[in-house]
């Protein structure tokens, strides 16, 4: 959790877009803090429908999240190796459950890097229940309670979700945020790239900031709010009598999605406030000591984290999720189909491809057969796999002969298995056949100024610092040895028609940096959305090396070639590019 407060209050927002129908909670004693991590008492019917998250498992997490601060310096503050390698860990268990994930990289954040962002695929997309926690560390320590038991507590529901695989009725979205530490900045940024439509989606944000305190207490933000209800009723069940997160308010990431009239609310156990005579009477624990003695500090290790609060914290959120977002009954085999790129030109004898994803949204996987329909005269559709089980892609190849119908037209993809899906694509047919060929990168040695490309100030150069290839001119990306981000970026339309699509350029890496095994400062370089290759201080070397790609499944596009350069808080490397060409022929 942040330490400073941001605003002196926060209005209240009402959220009616979800409905919570809870049965009769029955009276309990008031647990103490000491007692056992498995859930105390007999809960309700409609606790007991949701799944008992174990602590141990969340407890692994945290171990991991441990080891990897003491491994890189001893936390995992925002932009540093040990926060790329928490995301790292985060991500590869997400992507192996079955989540479509992403990274947003927070190029305005303190520390720039990488929001995490996981979907599980299920749901309508316009209802979306979001529940999110920050995983970056302060710099004096690994961050377990703040925030590994966040992150740790929602990586682990989010595994337990896929495991069970139920009926969705609302689409869940889970998140972790980089530089919360340095004022929210990785949450803000996400919210601030919303359009007002996808905010309107987001029907709850959901916050979890120290939820594992030792001397903790049971906090909810906005304890009384409708958004809130599922969160307190679990607690409720518990007889836990929850207070409202007083000292957490404008400190965590449902700030700004409070701030963008999202419903919020979350679960919280307390930082440096100290906890009341009253409080330690009816939850256990120390009066006149704080939430969390090691709050910052670098004694936030995972001896730091009470195994009783966090159990309670997961089962609630499991609670909650189950609640605004689970059906009732055995979940049906469905999937989904969707095409990438939505649009594509081909020229009379010519042809163009594009990707068939698929993914299960519901029950098991299941075999997916591909079809199309819709295309003009004397062009001809085919797909490599012809099935596949949902979950895997496919490429669709679109061919026209030298007679094909010109103009545009909408073309249908159908997979069909146990249920029917589509998916479409507008395909235009033009006239002119045969390959316009040729170089289509413009000033690729950069000899003759900055035009065509767009680059950040510098980096177009003629520097003895670092050599061109040919000529004068070279682009220099980062070498700064300190927090820094260039891109270099232009737009290139590539023909159609042609036999062969090469992408090259030449490339230098020099770095001060020691190391043989992580990857401090790296290269991305794009098509459009897709990156091509990522190269990093670990393959420095003497002199220019050619790098080349095939670039085929875009002819018929104009993208942007993109290279983008980020450098962490120390120790140079630098990113030479010159003679950069795509050949087409």
Known sequence: MR???LSAGIALAVFTGMTVT?????????????????????????????????????????????????SNGGNRRAGSAGYTASLSYVKTKLQAAGYTVSEQYCSSCTYPSNNLIAEWPGGPADQVVMFGAHLDSVSAGPGINDN???????????????????????KVRFAWWTDEEQGLNGSRFYVNSLSSTQRGYIKGYYNFDMVGSTNGGYFINRVSSTTAAPLKAYWDSLGLQPEENVEGQGRSDDYYFQQAGIPTSGYAAGASARKTSSQAAKWGGT????????????????????????????????????????????????FSVAVSPTALTVARGASVSATVS???????????????????????????????????SSTVTLTASSSATTGTVTVTVTGTGSVTRTASLTLTVTGTGGCAGGQVVGNGGFESGSTPWTASSGVITNSSGQPARTGSYKAWLDGYGSTHTDTLSQSVTVPAGCASYTLSFWLHIDTAETTSSTAYDKL?????????????????????????????????????????GTEDSSLQTSFVIDDVTLQAG
Request: aromatic residues 6%.
């Open 22 to 70: 809870l049965a009769a909670q029955p009276a309990t004693a008031s647990p103490s803090a000491a007692t056992t991590a498995a859930r105390p008492i007999a809960a309700s019917a409609a606790v007991l429908a949701a799944p008992d998250i174990s602590v141990s498992n969340v407890q692994a997490h945290l171990t991991q999240f441990n080891s990897i601060a003491s």
């Open 3 to 5: 330490g400073r407060t």
């Open 358 to 392: 698929t993914a299960t949204t519901s029950g098991s996987a299941q075999t997916v057969s591909l079809s199309a329909s819709g295309a003009p005269s004397g062009v001809s559709v085919a797909f490599s796999p012809s099935s596949v089980t949902s979950g895997g």
């Open 148 to 170: 590994g038991s966040g992150s740790a507590t929602l990586l682990e529901n989010a595994l337990v979700l896929a495991a069970q695989n139920p009926t969705m009725t609302k």
């Open 524 to 564: 991305t370089v794009q098509v459009g959305s897709t990156t091509l290759a990522t190269y990093s201080n670990l393959n420095a070397a003497s002199g220019y090396t050619q790098r080349t790609f095939n670039v085929a499944g875009f002819a018929g596009q104009t993208v942007t070639l993109k290279f983008t």
């Open 287 to 334: 009066a006149n000591a704080a939430y969390d003695a090691c709050y910052h500090r670098s004694c936030d290790t995972t001896a730091n984290v009470s195994a009783t609060v966090l159990n309670r914290a997961a089962d609630g959120v499991a609670y909650a999720l189950w609640q605004l977002a689970v059906g009732g009954g055995t979940p049906t085999n469905d």
